[in-house]
């Protein structure tokens, strides 16, 4: 049986929160609306998980459509399995309509942060791949529908960088990273505040940029305290 739920409009992150509390059953799917799943995908999705009682969250291949032509995806996008800290600090490569995990993994990492206007999928998945591996089912079992001028994305791709700042920002003061994912994810951090920086000076948007400059010696500064270099003085 299937059950609709609606609530007031709050943006998507509070949308899926939402239905996450909502659901009864111990996997969680999701579907924005402008993806499709291709036949049969939630039920050969369900049979890898359960083969692999271990893993928590899958995903699946995907199909990108723009204006009815389908594209070719860039190495970088397509999707890993597996240790994928690395990719998802990179860039958003787990496609939210893919994925299908235990309900009970949003009680250990938590909900959608629904401070963000977006980039909560991307925030959500540093949370989960810094602790878990992924799954991946090596088959296009959803079709991305893209280029729309009433998707998120697109009205908000201007903050993106700065909205996946703040989701860098909280995991590293998080402390469940270990040495290694630390210091790749001061990395990935330090050069997104340089693209947003130099993107803020080039705009005369110098304060704003001055700012984001002047948090990377805090973060590295934080590092060192946290995981010490051997053989270097404190």
């Known amino acids: 049986m299937c059950k609709v739920y609606a609530q007031d409009h709050s943006g998507p992150a509070a949308a899926r929160n939402y239905g996450v509390r909502q659901a009864t059953f111990p996997y969680i799917a999701f579907l924005d609306s402008d993806d499709h799943w291709q036949r049969r995908k939630l039920e050969r999705q369900y049979a890898y998980l359960a083969d692999n009682p271990a893993c928590r969250i899958s995903h699946t291949r995907e199909k990108w459509l723009r204006r009815g032509q389908y594209l070719n995806q860039k190495k970088k996008h397509i999707p890993g399995d597996g240790d994928i800290?690395?990719?998802?600090?990179?860039?958003?490569?787990?496609?939210?309509?893919?994925?299908?995990?235990?309900?009970e993994l949003f009680d250990?990492?938590?909900?959608?942060?629904?401070?963000?206007?977006?980039?909560?999928?991307?925030d959500l998945w540093l949370r989960i791949s810094c602790r878990y591996p992924?799954?991946?089912?090596?088959?296009?079992?959803?079709?991305?529908?893209?280029?729309?001028?009433?998707?998120?994305?697109?009205?908000?791709?201007?903050?993106?960088?700065?909205?996946?700042?703040?989701?860098?920002?909280?995991?590293?003061?998080?402390?469940?990273?270990?040495?290694?994912?630390?210091r790749m994810a001061l990395q990935e951090l330090k050069k997104k505040i340089t693209i947003?920086?130099?993107?803020?000076?080039?705009h005369n948007k110098m304060e704003l940029g001055r700012s984001f400059f002047d948090l990377i010696p805090v973060y590295e500064?934080?590092?060192?305290?946290?995981?010490?270099?051997?053989?270097?003085?404190s």
């Open 196 to 202: 947003f920086g130099n993107g803020c000076l080039k």
């Open 134 to 182: 992924f799954l991946l089912v090596d088959k296009p079992l959803t079709v991305k529908e893209g280029g729309r001028e009433d998707q998120v994305s697109s009205q908000l791709a201007l903050g993106m960088d700065r909205m996946r700042i703040y989701s860098l920002r909280k995991l590293l003061d998080s402390g469940v990273l270990d040495c290694r994912m630390h």
């Open 221 to 233: 500064e934080k590092a060192m305290k946290n995981f010490p270099v051997p053989g270097e003085r």
């Open 108 to 122: 250990q990492v938590g909900f959608f942060d629904e401070s963000l206007q977006c980039c909560e999928d991307y």
């Open 85 to 103: 800290f690395a990719q998802c600090l990179r860039l958003c490569t787990v496609g939210l309509s893919t994925v299908m995990m235990k309900r």
